[in-house]
């Protein structure tokens, strides 16, 4: 899902750690102004960050945009937000969420023609002994380029 016009906002770092990533789609959010110029003054936070099917939808739950400094209204930084996905996609992935041990996590937030889309991930949760496994695997390759 690389696009040359695509600016990177934010990202969730600590996805591809915790996760196995199956499955990425592409959603736009439903946002109120003064949040989208928070966004594009890089103010929001994807750590905490998980999405939802909830009947015919798809919600994003803990999402933190810091509220713009000029706004007149007071929105919440962390309320729950639609995402805009196609009838087909929004099944698809239901379907795929209710094998056990399934998430639906955000990898990102971008810009893409002007618009906000994150990109979403049908995901599955790590071991801790796979996550040790990484660890020492990159320690041993930081080992091995100062040796060579």
Same mark, same amino acid.
């Given at each position: ?14 996805? *591809? ?13 439903? @946002? /109120?102004? =003064? %949040?989208?110029?928070? &966004? ?5 936070s994807l750590s905490d960050a998980f ?18 400094? *000029? ?13 805009? @996905? /196609?009838? =087909? %996609?929004?099944?698809? &992935? ?29 995901? *599955? ?17 930081? %080992? ?5």
């Amino acid at each position: 899902m690389e696009f040359k016009s695509k600016k990177v906002i934010a990202k969730n770092r600590k996805a *591809k750690f915790d996760y196995h990533i199956l499955d990425t789609y592409e959603a736009g959010i439903v @946002l /109120k102004g =003064s %949040e989208v110029k928070s &966004i594009r003054q890089g103010k929001v936070s994807l750590s905490d960050a998980f999405a939802q099917v909830v009947g015919r939808e798809i919600f994003i739950f803990n999402m933190h945009i810091s509220p713009y400094e *000029k706004a007149q209204e007071g929105l919440d930084s962390k309320r729950d937000r639609k995402l805009l @996905l /196609k009838k =087909s %996609e929004i099944r698809k &992935i239901d379907g795929k969420l209710k094998n056990k041990g399934l998430t639906l996590i955000p990898l990102e937030v971008y810009l893409k023609k002007n618009l906000v889309k994150i990109a979403l991930a049908v995901a *599955k949760g790590k071991k801790e002994y796979e996550k040790r496994g990484k660890i020492i695997e990159k320690e041993q390759r930081r %080992e091995m380029k100062k040796y060579i």
